[in-house]
């Protein structure tokens, strides 16, 4: 009922930028809180950016003041700014997002595909 499609990967050299979307299609009603995480090999699913639906955002200390994290709610997109990449900051990207669905007002958290983003010289 729900789709969450990323894009934006791939592969960058350390201090370069990458910037991620992720947008939301089908029967919703209104999208809450939504997030990027991120997943490198052998390592377990970490927080890296989350935004409230009234904007208000916070960051894992390993990406502040590189990252930024934004939505666009009229396209029900949120967006995530990579600057000054890191080697650490490779693996594979996933967007979350806590959506209301149109007819039930059921809530549920939709999960993205992933997009890997490799940072290498």
């Known amino acids: 009922q729900v789709q969450l499609v990323e894009s934006g990967g791939g592969l960058v050299q350390p201090g370069g930028s990458l910037r991620l979307s992720c947008a939301a299609s089908g029967s919703i009603f209104s999208i809450n809180d939504m997030g990027w995480y991120r997943q490198a090999p052998g390592k377990q699913r970490e927080l890296v950016a989350h935004i409230t639906s009234g904007g208000s955002t916070n960051y894992a200390d390993s990406v502040k003041g590189r990252f930024t994290i934004s939505r666009d709610n009229a396209k029900n997109t949120e967006y995530l700014q990579m600057n000054s990449l890191k080697p650490e900051d490779t693996a594979v990207y996933y967007c979350?997002?806590?959506?209301?669905?149109?007819?039930?007002?059921?809530?549920?958290?939709?999960w993205g595909q992933g997009t890997q983003v490799t940072v290498s010289s």
């Open positions: 979350n997002a806590y959506i209301r669905h149109l007819g039930s007002g059921s809530y549920t958290t939709y």
